[in-house]
T-cell receptor, first 115, second 114 residues
């Protein structure tokens, strides 16, 4: 099993550019998440999804958009990139959440720099 | 709102020492889950343990042990006889069953020196 796969691993953007971070999982997990990790900090939740067609905002959603058209894929879109979005981005998935919370499986991360 | 505090930003020990990483949490839910994750220098996040709020039994897994005390809202993590390979950032996290969000603490950087 590949688990959670994120692409690309590294990316440098210019201010104002846009890009999509890809995330796919092959474990048939309903729950998927996007986190960002700033240097020396914990993870902040950007967006999450409890199933195909359902997404919701996390703690820091501004400047990002997501979609969940399939169970496997949960892309994160950055429109008009800003230096404040320089961070490491992690995608994660789990079988359940809420009352039956299970552990998260994480991708290997995408290091994004906006210059 | 839920919150996780890891007051120790960095800890440095010598190999074979025991070390405890502190985690204090805040929540209004009576049912919740607590987690510990490890982030080695390679950057990936590795699940270590999940504990639900109804289970206050301490847990031991090899050199790792966890002390959950609901009365003090703490979920501390002890590594016995630390090894260089234990060097990593360790994150404590909380998930309330009323929502789907997992809230992370800011992490403790553990360095184990030979």
């Amino acid at each position: 099993n590949a688990g959670v796969t994120q692409t690309p691993k590294f990316r440098i953007l210019k201010i104002g550019q846009s890009m999509t971070l890809q995330c796919t999982q092959d474990m048939n997990h309903n729950y998927m998440y996007w986190y960002r990790q700033d240097p020396g900090m914990g993870l902040k939740l950007i967006y999450y999804s409890v199933g195909a067609g359902i997404t919701d905002k996390g703690e820091v959603p501004n400047g990002y958009n997501v979609s969940r058209s399939t169970t496997e894929d949960f892309p994160l879109r950055l429109e008009l990139a800003a230096p404040s979005q320089t961070s490491v981005y992690f995608c994660a998935s789990s079988t359940t959440g809420g009352r039956r919370s299970e552990k998260l499986f994480f991708g290997s991360g995408t290091q994004l720099s906006v210059l | 709102a839920q919150k996780v505090t890891q007051a120790q930003t960095e800890i440095s020990v010598v190999e074979k020492e025991d070390v405890t990483l502190d985690c204090v949490y805040e929540t209004r839910d009576t049912t919740y889950y607590l987690f510990w994750y490890k982030q080695p220098p390679s950057g990936e996040l590795v699940f270590l343990i999940r504990r639900n709020s109804f289970d206050e039994q301490n847990e031991i897994s090899g050199r790792y042990s966890w002390n959950f005390q609901k009365s003090t809202s703490s979920f501390n993590f002890t590594i016995t006889a630390s090894q260089v390979v234990d060097s990593a950032v360790y994150f404590c996290a909380l998930q309330e069953t009323s929502g789907s969000r997992l809230t992370f603490g800011e992490g403790t950087q553990l360095t184990v020196n030979p």
